[in-house]
């Protein structure tokens, strides 16, 4: 009997393949630093063999450079030292179909740099059985995140205001490309009106925020000039990551890294605009607005660049970044743990002042 199988529209009658790559060639791993991340790896055949089969297993880094031209992605290798395949080869008994298994392991991230996305691919190098190699389940690409852990600062009963009083801050007043991200988690959405929970921009101009007398208390929404809302609802005690990114003609709204709004908007943005005075003259704020609209809940990883972010750098920036990126002109990572001041390690000053003290919530663990 022989059967047939696909994988990426190319049919072939029996052969070996690594197995699960038939679906997906693409399995991720979250790794954390000194604890083993490990998955397990089998080849399989599309019928029992008849003799036993070795099946000879390498590390292919090279093969990712590949992976990023066809998927738009910039996946770096898994840094030597950090990971290891625990056998090169396995083998398909004779009357079965499905080999031994080996794992790929992570050991550390001590070498994993932040904000650089990391893979690992694994081929299958030779056989020595009679069916052959199905060339598009020849290989699994292994794409390793690393779970950071630390302390994130509670916005009950506080905010921050950052400054962008230096003289290069002028640059930030005319911008056609602007993003702002967070991660961002929510005790309780805004029960009386306006129903308003702001997370960080200026309101009446561009503003991130949950809610609005128009709209669910819990929709995330930019505000100002163009409204535009999720349609769906967010939950509180969850974390997510929330991107706001303007791109000249185009405004679009991220939730995890998923588009979930756009909306047509040729408006230029001012970072250092102001409405007026009173509620209206406070200008940028994060976890408030209007002289209120306070957030109650937590929030880490609060970045502002002077460049339209694609949807793959923010999945891949979830949590954390290159603090030298290009564009990037403000990074609060908000994990200073203690004080009262988040400071700006994108080195442009714009360091964040509360409003009053600051509880630091610690080993809160964030992973793409």
Request: net charge negative; aromatic share 8%; proline share 3%.
């Amino acid at each position: 009997m022989t059967t047939t199988i696909s994988c990426s529209n190319d049919d072939i009658t029996d052969a070996i393949y690594i197995t699960g790559t038939e679906q997906n060639p693409l399995v991720t791993l979250s790794a954390e630093d000194g604890v083993a991340s490990r998955t397990a790896l089998s080849v399989s055949a599309s019928q029992q063999v008849t003799r036993t089969t070795t099946i000879k297993l390498r590390l292919a880094p090279e093969l990712i450079e590949q992976y990023n031209k066809t998927s738009g992605k910039n996946y770096v290798p898994v840094p030597t030292g950090d990971f290891e395949l625990t056998a090169n080869e396995v083998s398909i008994a004779a009357g079965t179909n499905v080999s031994n298994s080996v794992n790929f392991q992570v050991n550390s991230t001590k070498n994993f740099k932040t904000g650089t996305s990391y893979m690992m691919a694994v081929t299958i190098e030779s056989s020595d059985g009679d069916l052959p190699i199905l060339e598009a389940s020849r290989t699994i690409y292994y794409v390793v995140k690393p779970v950071v852990i630390q302390s994130v600062a509670s916005l009950t009963g506080t905010y921050f205001e950052p400054d962008f009083s230096e003289k290069n801050a002028a640059r930030l007043t005319n911008l056609s490309q602007v993003s702002m991200e967070a991660r961002v988690y929510v005790n309780n959405f805004a029960s009386s009106s306006p129903f308003i929970s702001s997370v960080m921009g200026i309101e009446e101009h561009f503003l991130l925020r949950f809610g609005d007398v128009t709209i669910a208390p819990n929709q995330i929404q930019r505000a100002g000039m163009v409204a535009l809302t999720a349609p769906q609802g967010l939950a509180t005690r969850t974390w997510y990551h929330i991107a706001l990114v303007h791109d000249v003609s185009t405004t679009r709204l991220y939730v995890d890294g998923v588009l979930a709004a756009s909306i047509a908007d040729n408006n230029n943005i001012n970072i250092l605009k102001t409405l007026g005075s009173g509620a209206y003259g406070t200008g940028f704020l994060i976890g408030a607005s209007a002289g209120g609209r306070y957030l109650d809940g937590m929030i880490s990883e609060a970045r502002l660049w002077s460049k339209a972010l694609t949807q793959n750098e923010i999945i891949d920036g979830m949590c954390g970044v290159d603090p030298t990126s290009k564009g990037l002109e403000a990074y609060w990572k908000f994990n200073e743990g203690s004080g009262n001041i988040a400071s700006d390690i994108s080195g442009n000053g714009h360091h964040a002042k509360a409003s009053r003290n600051v509880t630091w919530v610690p080993n809160i663990r964030c992973k793409n």
